[in-house]
């Protein structure tokens, strides 16, 4: 079984400030994890994933996210946010086996980010 | 290259009532995902279908089904609709059980459904 927790519902920020957006999951098995971004009144845009190798990895916009094992965790960072990013953050898990996913992805309730001028 | 297309965007039905709901994969997908996203909710997963036979399930009753056809596309019906099915229906499609295959969904806008 899996689950995701995405702490803190709400975020609010100011523009040129660090985003951190925390995210932490629970799996029996080696995870793949993602994030995922969405716009009001539309689908769900991946930002970034790790399946395998760097625990560093970078997506798109700026953002970037860390796997760390030993914490289960997989926050989301940006060095300086925009009035553009302000949006609802979805951190998801999916298992998989011999590197081919089952692609049930398990989301977190959601952060949603306010970014101030 | 094509994405994941959803219809129709908006639909309004009573308590009882029976909804199709329809969605094309992207060009290249094999596996269509369904997921129900209540508002302020993440989506939760509903079923997933691969080579038209359902491959997986979520907490949801059988009233929930589905479809997928030889192009990949998908439906989702849901009958005898509840007023706790009233929430943004979102399709996505993945290339599944191939080499290399990460488990990357690809979404749709999403299909919002409100009860009455």
């Known amino acids: 079984a899996q689950s995701v927790t995405q702490l803190g519902s709400h975020v609010s920020v100011s523009e040129g400030a660090l985003v951190l957006l925390r995210c932490n999951y629970s799996?029996?098995?080696?995870?793949?994890l993602f994030w995922y971004v969405q716009y009001p009144n539309q689908g769900l845009q991946l930002l970034l994933k790790?399946?395998?190798?760097?625990?560093l990895v970078k997506g798109i916009n700026g953002f970037e996210a860390e796997f760390k094992k030993s914490e289960t965790s997989f926050h989301l960072t940006k060095p300086s946010a925009h009035m553009s990013d302000a949006a609802e953050y979805f951190c998801?898990?999916?298992?998989?086996?011999?590197?081919?996913?089952?692609?049930?992805?398990?989301f977190g309730q959601g952060t949603i980010l306010t970014v101030h001028p | 290259e094509t994405g994941v297309t959803q219809s129709p965007t908006h639909l309004i039905k009573t308590r009882g009532q029976q909804v199709t709901l329809r969605c094309s994969s992207q060009?290249?997908?094999?596996?269509v995902s369904w997921y129900q996203q209540a508002l302020g909710q993440g989506p939760q997963f509903i079923f997933q279908?691969?080579?038209?036979?359902?491959?997986g399930r979520g907490n949801f009753p059988p009233r929930f089904s589905g479809l997928q056809f030889p192009n990949y596309s998908s439906e989702l019906n849901v009958n005898a609709l509840e007023l706790d099915d009233s929430a943004l229906y979102l399709c996505?499609?993945?290339?599944?059980?191939?080499?290399?295959?990460?488990?990357?969904?690809?979404f749709g806008e999403g299909s919002r459904l409100t009860v009455l």
């Open positions: 996505a499609s993945s290339a599944m059980w191939r080499t290399g295959a990460t488990g990357e969904l690809f």
């Open positions: 799996s029996s098995v080696p995870p793949y």
């Open positions: 790790y399946t395998t190798g760097a625990t």
């Open positions: 998801a898990v999916s298992a998989h086996a011999g590197g081919t996913s089952y692609g049930k992805l398990t």
């Open positions: 060009s290249g997908h094999n596996t």
């Open positions: 279908y691969y080579r038209e036979e359902e491959n």
